[in-house]
């Protein structure tokens, strides 16, 4: 896994302390830095799934002091090369937990947090991808060119707010769901809005393949909206290029949405309807996928009363969005049987 470097930040009277706390990990090393205004600093190298556990180990340990400040860096290389994995393991490092376990094969949960908050923010960038994506995608369905509609999907502006919303369930975040959930509804309005223009002024037919595919919902489907919520949280948790993996998300998100636009555009309501319903269950896969595979993951808040909420949150969520996603199936369904 790729590596980090934690500095730690301490007054001088917790340096003896914190290097005990130190000595204590196997799977890193560290190295005391000067003392600047009274204050104790290290740093410690360490690969990416141990970092939460360290962080966490710091900051229960010296939360309540003046001055702590824990700093994550992320690490290109190291001469000699750090491997964790050559050193030996301790009798309680055998004993790990099966959250421990789950920890050590993703990032950070501070970092994970950093990385997905970033893609809340309803910036002039996303507005612009957004734009972007929704043109090329529109063009691309309206010319039945897979490449094109592929190339619509490289943007993936939509990625992030679904993650963050999943996230938000698996941490009982409510700021951060709020924060996804806004961009989402943003980014979706700036999608309908431009391709309902389009549509009414460049036409759509219905009967083109593409368009076609986006207004016939199946279980496969279902299946690939799943896979693509489980791709999507994998790509923030384990550094995946989220670009790549963002093709897959926009797969069962950007050209449905486009579709209900363009075909609302262009007066054929009863298939952008479809088109719609569509979209909407592959977001209701995409964020129950997510909350699984963080669950999984072991994403979970670090304070034993947040964990609780948290857990309780996720149950919820998790019936919630079931439930929904059996009835919008079967109200798919029911009007394509009546078209």
């Known amino acids: 896994m790729p590596q980090r470097v934690i500095k730690i930040i301490l007054p001088e009277r917790h340096g003896k302390d914190a290097l ?9 090393s560290f190295w005391q830095e000067e003392s600047s205004g009274g204050n104790f600093v290290a740093s410690a190298l360490t690969d990416s799934g141990h970092s939460e556990i360290v962080m966490d180990l710091f900051e229960k340990r010296f939360a309540s002091a003046e001055g702590f400040k824990l700093i994550l860096f992320p690490v290109e290389a190291s001469i000699p090369r750090f491997d964790a994995e050559d050193k030996p393991v301790s009798a309680p490092d055998q004993k790990k937990t099966g959250t421990e376990q ?18 809340t923010k309803l910036s002039n960038v996303f507005v612009l991808m957004t734009i972007l994506s929704t043109v090329v995608a529109a063009i691309g369905l309206l010319k039945n060119n897979v490449a094109v509609i592929i190339g619509a999907m490289v943007i993936a502006p939509l990625l992030g707010p679904n993650v963050a919303l999943a996230l938000s369930t698996n941490l009982a975040d409510l700021k951060l769901g709020i924060n996804a959930l806004k961009t989402l509804v943003a980014g979706i309005a700036m999608v309908l809005f431009l391709s309902i223009i389009m549509g009414y002024l460049l036409g759509a037919d219905p009967d083109v393949r593409e368009i076609a595919l986006r207004t016939q919902a199946n279980l496969s489907d279902i299946i690939l909206a799943l896979a693509s919520g489980c791709a999507g949280v994998l790509a ?7 670009a790549v993996i963002g093709v897959m998300v926009a797969v069962a998100l950007l050209p449905p949405l486009t579709v209900c636009g363009l075909l609302a555009g262009s007066g054929h309501f009863a298939k952008a309807f ?6 909407l269950t592959n977001v209701i896969c995409i964020n129950l996928a997510g909350v699984i595979t963080f669950l999984i993951q072991g994403v979970s808040p670090r304070a034993w009363w947040e964990a609780d909420r948290a857990k309780k949150a996720t149950r919820k969520a998790l019936a919630i969005w079931s439930i929904i996603l059996v009835a919008l199936a079967v109200i798919i369904f029911l009007w394509q049987t009546e078209l």
């Not at 923030?236 to 989220?242: A, D, M, P, V």
């Open 102 to 119: 789950r920890t050590a094969l993703r990032i950070g949960r501070e970092e994970l947090y950093s990385d997905i908050v970033d893609s």
């Open 236 to 242: 923030f948790t384990t550094g995946i290029s989220s």
């Open 20 to 28: 005990e706390l130190l000595e204590e990990q196997d799977n890193l």
């Open 274 to 279: 479809t088109a719609f319903l569509l979209f």
